[in-house]
């Protein structure tokens, strides 16, 4: 069943058009992420779902009920801030009671809440602390207990780890997840960050120019990208504009060349497609091929692989878990990724090596007619 939905919802800000016909539905019970780069609409998507906006046009139903013109106090969403938004004159407790004082809880039933959503996001034992006296990590936690302890049917973060140092950042990610899956409450998260995305997610709503671009699984928008900007944006990549070759694979396989990158002056890369990347030939194609995707040999090039090439180190970096490799042809370059320790010791520029790739690591993304004009 779906908790809420987004129905051709557009937001235009005078001439500046934030989000045009976006239209999803995020399921009951799932953690749902907005991901996309910086002024993409996802915050407007996520106050148009809050109501904190209204769309220019479209609907938003939260629970089967169309709240498009309902006020935010009306919508049973609990929402959480990149900038925490406690009360700093309030201590833990009050903070977290605030809600529910509101709703004119019971006293003992509101201890009671408040106790459970501090002990959920455990922090049972700072209730008398003052906000000043915590530290960020904390602070987003109250902040979280303060969102759940009125049971809304939603909660919406709107990059509420931004703030974070990298490592507690990504303790907070698995606090996340966790308190997430114990409610089971509807979640979307905004962030611009792809890992917290893909390691979070049940599914994503990639934005791009205030357009939906893809809606899927961390694992089919990684490797499935539905577009160029989907690819882009979503991890490193080397995009080939490839073409069509004349002569075809005697194993059956498709060849294509790729006019940008040259092998040796004057002959351009060439590789062969399987019939399991294209069912059949197109004139030109936009491959995207990821730098984990290519493996190296130092010495000689793997037995038996087609796609092998010679290539020169132009660049090496070292990032702990991996080796981030810059290889170049005669003209055209590479990223690589091997994971650490792949070499006794690190290449460096200048080193020549081989690489390779399987004929299924080349993903299409864009694909245009062939002369019998189809796709
Ligand atoms: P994101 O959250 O992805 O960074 P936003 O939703 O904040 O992006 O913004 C999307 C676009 O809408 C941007 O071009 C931004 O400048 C514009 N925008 C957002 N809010 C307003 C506003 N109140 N007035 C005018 N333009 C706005």
């Given at each position: 069943m779906s908790a809420i939905q987004i129905q051709h919802v557009s937001r235009h800000f005078g001439n500046n058009i934030a989000l045009e016909d976006v239209q999803l539905e995020v399921r009951e019970g799932e953690f749902f992420s907005l991901l996309g780069?910086?002024?993409?609409g996802k915050s407007t998507l996520l106050n148009i779902i809050a109501g904190f906006l209204k769309p220019t046009s479209g609907f938003i139903s939260i629970g089967g009920q169309d709240v498009t013109d309902l006020p935010p106090y009306h919508r049973n969403c609990g929402m959480v801030f990149q900038d925490y938004a406690?009360?700093?004159?309030?201590?833990v407790f009050e903070n977290v009671a605030y809600g529910l004082k509101i709703q004119k809880m019971p006293r003992q039933k509101l201890k009671e809440r408040v106790v459970e959503s501090l002990s959920l996001v455990h922090l049972e034992k700072y209730a008398k602390r003052m906000p000043h006296q915590l530290s960020g990590g904390q602070r987003q936690r109250v902040a979280i207990a303060r969102a759940l302890a009125v049971q809304p049917s939603v909660l919406l973060l709107d990059e509420p780890l931004s703030n974070l140092d990298a490592k507690l950042r990504k303790e907070m990610q698995f606090e996340l997840r966790r308190i997430q899956k114990r409610v089971g409450i509807t979640t979307i998260l905004v962030t611009h960050d792809q890992e917290e995305a893909l390691s979070l997610s049940d599914r994503i709503g990639v934005l791009g120019n205030g357009r939906l671009q893809q809606l899927g699984a961390p694992l089919d928008v990684y490797r499935k990208p539905a577009n160029r900007f989907v690819a882009e944006f979503i991890g490193q990549v080397n995009l080939l504009e490839a073409r069509a070759e004349e002569r075809q694979d005697s194993t059956g396989a498709y060849r294509y060349e790729v006019?940008?990158?040259?092998?040796?002056?004057g002959v351009p890369l060439s590789f062969e497609v399987s019939r399991n990347v294209l069912k059949k030939p197109y004139s030109s194609v936009l491959f995207m091929l990821r730098p984990e995707r290519i493996s190296i040999w130092l010495n000689h090039p793997p037995e038996g692989s087609e796609n092998r090439r010679r290539v020169t180190l132009t660049d090496v970096s070292y990032i702990g878990n991996a080796i981030r490799l810059k290889a170049a042809f005669a003209k055209g370059e590479l990223i690589i990724q091997v994971p650490d320790p792949h070499f006794p010791k690190l290449p460096k520029p200048g080193d020549e090596m081989y690489i390779a790739w399987e004929p299924e690591d080349l993903v299409p993304l864009e694909i245009k007619e062939d002369e019998h004009g189809c796709r």
């Open positions: 780069p910086s002024g993409c406690l009360f700093p004159h309030l201590n006019p940008g990158f040259e092998v040796r002056e």
